[in-house]
């Protein structure tokens, strides 16, 4: 049996100040799922996030990815395994071009040559932008910058894609893309979204996460429909959006 690619355990988190922000979090995510992480601000989202691939630690409790424990240890594997997209494609895009930045990973990862290219090829074909290998990012719109992110991560052949806010400041035809080219990738994927519709429109299950703890985890479809749950944790579906649990 394969391990799943995550197993979040009983996580219980404090920060220095000794805001407690994650209170005990069960979560198993198998190989090949997506899985919406919703939640109102402050829920804990993205403080759970970072214990994914280990840049908080410290707290009760573990995470392992593909049944490997996040820890020291094995923080580069870890980090390679957990592919994070974080909302501003800035933070993650600091080369002279498109394609040295989607290299950076597997280079510092000791690949070369002709495999290198091969790999950074594939990454910018997964997400439309091969075209614009030479292209220096800051010469992109925001939604290409935002598919260069997902292709500097899935050059690392990550584990689980986690993406935070993936459809922020996508126009219509942008967000449509994108869900398009995430629905089109043989991984797992956790996105962490106030965008409801879409995570039911690519997440057949969706976690709520709400002061801390596991609220609900279920099929998206079933939880957005159930009025008197998202009220309880401050969850709004856009006026007139009517969800079918048919995601
Ligand atoms: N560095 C920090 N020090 C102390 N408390 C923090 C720190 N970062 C976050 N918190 C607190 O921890 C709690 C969880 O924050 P977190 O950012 O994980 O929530 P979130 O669900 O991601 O929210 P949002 O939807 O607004 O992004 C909040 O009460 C927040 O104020």
Do not use: W
């Not at 979090?25 to 997506?34: A, C, I, K, S």
């Amino acid at each position: 049996m394969t391990a799943p690619s995550l197993d979040v355990r009983g996580l219980a988190y404090a920060y220095p100040d000794g805001h407690q922000a994650l209170f005990g979090v069960d979560l198993t995510v198998e190989r090949g799922e997506r899985v919406a992480l919703l939640g109102p601000n402050g829920a804990g989202k993205t403080t759970l996030v970072l214990h994914l691939n280990g840049i908080l630690t410290g707290g009760a409790g573990g995470v392992t990815v593909a049944g490997l424990p996040v820890g020291k240890k094995h923080l580069a594997e870890i980090r390679r395994k957990v592919g994070i997209v974080f909302q501003d494609p800035d933070d993650q895009l600091f080369m002279p071009t498109v394609r040295e930045d989607v290299a950076f990973g597997p280079a510092a990862a000791g690949v070369r040559g002709a495999e290198l290219e091969a790999v950074v090829r594939r990454a910018l074909e997964r997400v439309g932008m091969e075209r614009y290998a030479d292209r220096p990012p800051h010469h992109l719109s925001f939604g290409q910058r935002r598919r260069v992110a997902v292709a500097t991560v899935l050059a690392m052949e990550p584990e689980i894609l986690v993406l935070d806010e993936p459809s922020s400041n996508l126009d219509p035809a942008s967000r449509r893309e994108l869900a398009d080219i995430l629905r089109s990738l043989d991984v797992t994927v956790l996105m962490v979204t106030h965008d409801l519709p879409y995570a039911l429109e690519l997440c057949p299950r969706a976690v709520i996460l709400s002061e801390g703890v596991i609220a609900a985890d279920g099929r998206t479809g079933e939880i957005l429909a159930d009025g008197e749950l998202m009220a309880r944790h401050r969850l709004e579906l856009p006026f007139g959006f009517v969800p079918s649990s048919v995601a």
